[in-house]
């Protein structure tokens, strides 16, 4: 036989045996990851209960009897779910940092959806945030209330929500 047959012989095993393969197994993983579905399945969750339990309970209480329907009180947030961040190199800097400023209550008039007034526990931020709180709100003109320990003073939510 002469050479070049047996050159042409082992080219055409050669692809046929090892570089179809290879293409027909890169193209078929690259399909499974394409359409693989993104969804994570979650087992052996459960919701845990939520109650609120000694002084909170009152504090609300008495915050949502104050209120009586003409605002909306939001608990638990963060500045960062009020404040809008413009675009930018560091965004997502200020998104962090805006998660760290802890608010308690956000009292949101029913009719307008403005912030008329934000209650802050004091141990619940640092000094910094705390003052960054206050700094921010201020320039927006929302009150902010201090209060240890869910202390309700009727008298002072009452006279900061008629400010």
Request: proline share 2%.
């Amino acid at each position: 036989m002469n050479a070049s047959i047996i050159l042409n012989y082992a080219f055409v095993y050669f692809v046929l045996f090892l570089v179809v393969p290879f293409v027909l197994v890169t193209f078929t993983l690259t399909c499974i990851k394409f359409f693989k579905s993104s969804e994570q399945s979650i087992t052996n969750v459960k919701l845990r209960t939520y109650t609120l339990e000694g002084e909170p309970v009152g504090f609300v209480n008495k915050l949502n009897n104050l209120v009586n329907g003409k605002y909306n009180v939001l608990y638990g947030t963060t500045l960062d779910s009020i404040f809008d961040v413009d675009k930018g190199d560091s965004e997502e800097h200020a998104h962090h940092y805006l998660q760290s400023c802890h608010l308690d209550y956000v009292l949101v008039d029913n009719e307008s959806s403005a912030i008329k007034l934000v209650i802050t526990d004091p141990q619940h931020n640092s000094e910094e945030n705390s003052r960054y709180i206050d700094n921010a709100l201020a320039k927006m003109g929302v009150k902010v209330l201090h209060l240890a320990k869910n202390d309700c003073d009727e008298t002072l939510l009452r006279a900061s929500l008629a400010a």
